[in-house]
């Protein structure tokens, strides 16, 4: 365990910071238990055996958004790729992104929801400044009901388990 | 353009909507309609068939359709046959294919066809299919789809520019109006005012039902030529003078500002610089009004108006009969409804129409010289242009 993960773990209050033991054991909030065929599920494949970019993933678990990063250009990605498409090289290196962000546009989806996600219906989605950083990030809004969410609202970064082993990523508005 | 002049020869659309029939079926029904409109046109002249189909994978479970639409047309294509997949866009890409075909001298005949059957017992499903437009492992998963994103323009041009929703609605009653006189179209019976279109419901804040196109099940095909054999099929033609097309992004991080469609006034600037014009020649205009607010931003990277003004070149009817330029009199998407490969084809249909004067009075644009087409596709990251003149021999 490194020390970045075992600080975030003793986070000392407030809700289990995502990732901790306790947000990784909570029940998947919101999420459909049903497997889908892999072709009808939005999902991706996580594991090495099917993905490069498999250690987005395993740093989600552990509580941290990364993407990649040109060691030759130093170009932030997103998504994370395996070569740079400044440079083409192939040379990449993962970076943590920032945890808060601010709303640049949002809407939300109230009917006509994908296979899997009619039961959220209805939810919000946006595009989110991510602070300090050059990337603008597309993502759902959860913690609050888009009737109440506004441009320039401040949303933080929330990693969240399937509920199958898989993880996945999302925003949630803050005060 | 310089080298083989390439025109369109004649035109045919199915009845767009909720149909209760196939994909193959409305490949024939298609077909069927062509050879109808096209007395001159015998089935061995034509050399090569393009067939625009977004996602019958999906829709339809079927890949492969290049062939399935040859024979259900009673086609035999012995010089080029081949899909074109361009999402919203990929009806337009099989007639940009036929034109650089028979421009190159590959081919002499080709028929250009869009088949997509969108409306399944399962909507999710359908919805689903739609949301594969999209990054699928990055941005799928939010649950984007295209009303989310549209709405997110519309919410940033309102904030920026002060748009208003009657603004929006000012383009889909002008669009379901025109719908009205054309009896293909999904919404020809249904009248739509701005008072009516506020107050639908909302279907992704701020865009109502009817800022949104429709999930549809419709067939359109067009036959072009090369310029020596124009004469044998129509007295007509319509020339294939630019086309232009630009790739901006694909993933929704790489948006930039939503408002700004940047990609369009590339894709129009080399369409209409190969056609030696400028956008105010045009006389009509067939765009890609997937939702209102994008019928507003075009107009604003077309440089119909300056940016911000769309919404006020919507409200003042600067893009219906009598204004600047006709916007969309086949009915847009918003009338017409959206089967994804078929759309950009019976765009290309009326456009055959209006200098052939086949449509009624209601939407003739009078005495056209220049029309333009325009397909955006997925989150507006691609945008297709073509330029098109009527009215002379060659």
Request: hydrophobic share 40%; with cysteine; glycine share 10%.
């Amino acid at each position: 365990m490194s020390a970045e993960v075992r600080a975030r773990r003793t986070a000392p209050s407030g809700p289990p910071p995502a990732g901790s033991d306790e947000a990784r054991t909570a029940p998947a909030p919101d999420r459909p238990k049903e497997k889908r065929p892999f072709l009808l599920d939005f999902f991706p494949l996580e594991g090495a055996d099917q993905t490069r970019l498999s250690r987005f993933y395993d740093r989600l678990r552990e509580g941290r958004l990364s993407t990649t990063r040109c060691r030759k250009d130093d170009a932030w990605h997103w998504p994370p790729r395996t070569a740079c498409p400044t440079c083409h090289t192939e040379d990449l290196d993962w970076a943590d992104l920032p945890e808060t962000g601010t709303i640049y546009a949002f809407s939300a989806v109230l009917g006509g929801a994908p296979l899997g996600l009619e039961a959220e219906v209805p939810f919000a989605v946006g595009l989110v400044d991510l602070d300090g950083s050059p990337l603008r990030l597309f993502g759902r809004i959860e913690g609050r009901a888009w009737t109440g969410l506004h441009v320039g609202d401040r949303v933080r970064v929330e990693p969240y388990a399937l509920g199958d082993g898989r993880w996945f990523y999302r925003f949630r508005a803050v005060d | 353009m310089s080298g083989r002049g390439v025109a369109l020869v004649g035109a045919a659309t199915t009845v767009f909507g909720v149909r209760p029939t196939t994909w193959p079926e409305m490949a024939q029904e298609v077909g069927a309609a062509l050879f109808r409109a096209m007395p001159a046109l015998r089935a061995e002249d034509v050399d090569s068939l393009f067939v625009g189909a977004a996602e019958p994978e999906r829709f339809a479970f079927q890949s492969h359709v290049a062939p399935l639409a040859a024979e259900q047309m009673g086609l035999r294509p012995h010089r080029v046959i081949q899909r074109t997949e361009l999402a919203c866009a990929s009806g337009q890409s099989a007639i940009r294919s036929a034109y650089a075909s028979i421009a190159s001298g590959l081919s002499d005949v080709a028929v250009a066809v869009g088949v997509e059957k969108m409306n399944l017992p399962s909507m999710p499903e359908a919805n689903t299919a739609m949301g594969c437009v999209m990054d699928r492992p990055w941005d799928g998963p939010h649950g984007a789809t295209a009303p989310p994103f549209f709405a997110m323009v519309a919410q940033r041009h309102m904030l920026e520019y002060g748009t208003t929703p009657e603004q929006l609605a000012a383009v889909s009653a002008k669009n379901h109006r025109f719908a009205n006189t054309n009896p293909h179209a999904q919404f020809y019976s249904k009248q739509f005012s701005v008072e009516k279109l506020l107050g639908l419901p909302v279907v992704a804040p701020p865009l109502r039902l009817g800022d949104c196109s429709s999930m549809t099940d419709g067939a359109a095909a067009v036959v072009l030529v090369g310029e020596e054999l124009v004469r044998r099929y129509t007295d007509s033609p319509v020339w294939v003078r630019g086309t232009g097309q630009y790739s901006d992004f694909h993933n929704l991080a790489h948006a930039g500002s939503l408002t700004q469609w940047t990609g369009l006034t590339h894709a129009a600037r080399e369409a209409l610089g190969r056609a030696h014009i400028s956008i105010h020649d045009v006389d009509f205009a067939e765009i890609h009004d997937c939702f209102t607010i994008s019928e507003i931003v075009e107009y604003e990277a077309l440089g119909l108006c300056a940016p911000g003004e769309g919404g006020a070149f919507a409200a003042d009817g600067r893009g219906d009969l009598g204004g600047d330029l006709v916007v969309n009199p086949r009915g847009g998407l918003l009338g017409c409804g959206h089967p994804l490969g078929a759309t950009g084809i019976a765009q290309a249909a009326e456009v055959y129409r209006q200098f052939a004067k086949e449509v009624p009075t209601a939407r003739q644009v009078p005495d056209p010289e220049w029309a333009l087409v325009h397909n955006l596709s997925g989150s507006a990251n691609v945008h297709s242009v073509m330029v098109y003149q009527g009215g002379r021999a060659s």
